[in-house]
T-cell receptor, first 118, second 111 residues
Framework: DAMVIQNPRYQVTQFGKPVTLSCSQT?????MYWYQQKSSQAPKLLFH???????NEADTPDNFQSRRPNTSFCFLDIRSPGLGDAAMYLC?????????????????FGAGTRLSVL | DAKTTQPPSMDCAEGRAANLPCNHS???????VYWYRQIHSQGPQYIIH???NNETNEMASLIITEDRKSSTLILPHATLRDTAVYYC????????????FGTGTRLTIIP
């Protein structure tokens, strides 16, 4: 059974038209991550939530926003997609234990949403 | 700066052991070695991790040199489904340490 679910698997949007990608998890993990992976490149972290605490990477463009309304769901909003934002977007979760210790520090990834910008 | 160095690609015959090397000469005492793999059009998948002792699980074995400056991931009996990009990552196991993916090794299993 899928534990980190991303919908849709494929998303097509128009240049400049806002788009939202969704991620849900059944693991009850307190940390959720969004990565961007462009063709033939490694995944690159955009930001993550530790519970409701949002942590943005320094080089993530303002065009990318995120929302986490509850433990299970996390959304990636791209306010004005450009052609350069076409990529695979990966959601991941991990479980951070008490005191900031991570027992195994394993991240569980969804299958990703492939975004095309026309 | 890249914390790990991996060969860009490797081939391995089906049924043989696949040995994937990783150099991490600047690893700190509190950093673990993690391995993930990414099969085409899927999200990365955790394989194994270790600090200084060799580790084995149902997927693979991890051999870490005594000085911890390099490691080898071993897939004992490679199958075609093991064809993927394999990422070696070093990270501390506390706080909010993130995964920083390098370029990885593209492993191709040959029938």
């Amino acid at each position: 059974d899928a534990m980190v679910i991303q919908n849709p698997r494929y998303q097509v949007t128009q240049f400049g038209k806002p788009v939202t990608l969704s991620c849900s998890q059944t693991l009850n993990h307190n940390v959720m991550y969004w990565y961007q992976q462009k063709s033939s490149q490694a995944p690159k972290l955009l930001f993550h939530y530790y519970d409701k605490d949002f942590n943005n990477e320094a080089d993530t463009p303002d065009n990318f926003q995120s929302r986490r309304p509850n433990t299970s769901f996390c959304f990636l909003d791209i306010r004005s997609p450009g052609l350069g934002d076409a990529a695979m977007y990966l959601c991941a979760t991990s479980d951070m234990g008490a005191g900031g210790q991570i027992a195994k520090n394993i991240q569980y990834f969804g299958a990703g949403t492939r975004l095309s910008v026309l | 700066d890249a914390k790990t160095t991996q060969p860009p690609s490797m081939d391995c015959a089906e049924g043989r052991a696949a040995n994937l090397p990783c150099n991490h000469s600047t690893i700190s005492g509190n950093e673990y070695v993690y391995w993930y793999r990414q099969i085409h059009s899927q999200g990365p998948q955790y394989i194994i991790h270790g600090l200084k002792n060799n580790e084995t699980n149902e997927m693979a074995s991890l051999i870490i040199t005594e000085d911890r400056k390099s490691s080898t991931l071993i897939l004992p009996h490679a199958t075609l489904r093991d064809t993927a990009v394999y990422y070696c990552i070093v990270r501390a196991n506390f706080g909010n340490e993130k995964l920083t993916f390098g370029t990885g090794t593209r492993l191709t299993i040959i029938p």
